[in-house]
């Protein structure tokens, strides 16, 4: 254990020269070490480690291996950050920041997604003096699906997707009603009034912000990773700088009604001018498929929209093989006959997606 502790102290004074040879600015920098996801039972088999902590008295090998990080950061005069899991013991118990380090210690809080029942963390860590660093997997993890679609590319262990208007409804200052959908995308009732599972946030001024997560292992091209990150991304810079006035509303119909007409006016934002640019700077962002419905008042009435006003909906009636751009967001539709749609941007298209009357989504987001 040693030997590891030797070997990390040097990859990170290797680390430090290498960005003291760019020049950049090293006050106050941070390091973070991971830390997340370490089962509780990890080592508990070990007789090295059965021995050292007889040696040390009261203290776990969490606490024990945090205490030797913390000197090797000091010592270079860095801050120290990891994923929440990395500052809780086995039993999920929040180790105090004093207790680490007299610098600052950030934790990025990812857990939130209502099945893990560790919607608390962010805010219990902030009242405890940690700097939390919003990461909430629900609303910002950007490597999950943008639809519920099986034909769309992402992860769903967090939620079943994530999509523009999700990340764009976030509100960090008010998480417990940003958390409002479980595992398969269905509604949950907001624990805000709850204060054992959803403390209060006493100390705002240690959320020190919000970070988007896209994990690379899935991404292997640099299409799919503009088609992951925008314009999703957008959304989550528009929460970082602005706090709306509906997220300080109690969740009901009134901060709905605010949220969505706070959309409608970002949605616009982007498919007139910031999708545009992004077209001329070459990104290949995500466009979504349309949405299509039967007319309810006539059956064989096709009725269409586009996410992004300023996109177009074509319509295909054989097969794919020719494409007809619809003038009008309804369309003539015959009994049993195969339609084809897709979304145009500029010169790029949408997947295309294959009409079923009988089959009614609603996404009540």
């Known amino acids: 254990m040693t030997t ?99 610098q600052n210690v950030y934790t990025y809080s990812w857990k939130n997604p209502p099945h893990m029942q560790m919607l608390k963390s962010a805010y219990t860590m902030a009242n405890m003096g940690y700097k939390v660093v919003l990461a909430s997997a629900t609303n910002l993890y950007l490597d999950h699906a943008q639809e519920p679609d099986p034909a769309e590319r992402g992860l769903v262990w967090a939620t079943r997707f994530v999509n523009t208007k999700r990340s764009f409804s976030y509100s960090p200052l008010q998480l417990y009603r940003s958390t409002n959908v479980d595992l398969r995308g269905k509604r949950v009732v907001p624990c805000e009034n709850d204060t054992y599972f959803c403390p209060s946030l006493m100390n705002p001024e240690s959320i020190e912000g919000m970070e988007a997560i896209l994990f690379g292992e899935l991404i292997t091209s640099t299409k799919i990773l503009d088609y992951m990150l925008l314009p999703r991304l957008l959304a989550v810079a528009e929460r970082a700088w602005h706090e709306a006035p509906w997220e300080e509303l109690p969740v009901g119909q009134k901060r709905k009604m605010e949220l969505n007409q706070d959309w409608t006016k970002f949605a616009n934002t982007l498919g007139h001018r910031e999708l545009p640019r992004l077209d001329n700077l070459g990104y290949q962002y995500r466009i979504p498929p349309p949405g299509a419905i039967q007319d309810p008042e006539n059956s064989r009435q096709m009725l269409v929209n586009v996410t992004y006003p300023g996109h177009s909906v074509e319509i295909s009636r054989n097969g794919g093989w020719g494409w007809a751009r619809m003038l009008n967001s309804a369309t003539r539709i015959e009994p049993g006959e195969k339609i084809l749609l897709r979304s145009k941007a500029g010169t790029r298209y949408s997947r295309a997606i294959v009409f079923n009357s009988k089959r009614q989504l609603l996404l009540n987001d």
């Not at 902590?53 to 120290?80: C, H, N, P, W």
Request: with cysteine; hydrophobic share 35%.
């Open 4 to 102: 590891s502790h030797a070997r990390y102290k040097r990859e990170l004074c290797k680390i430090r020269e290498e960005e003291e040879e760019r020049k950049k600015d090293l006050d106050q920098q941070r390091f973070h070490f991971g830390g997340d996801e370490v089962p509780g039972s990890a080592w508990l088999g070990s007789d090295a480690c059965h021995s050292l902590l007889a040696s040390k008295g009261e203290i776990s090998l969490k606490q024990y291996f945090l205490s030797r990080v913390v000197k090797i950061m000091r010592t270079l005069d860095l801050d120290m950050a990891a994923w929440e899991d990395g500052f809780k013991d086995w039993q999920n118990t929040n180790l105090p920041p004093q207790m680490l380090s007299e």
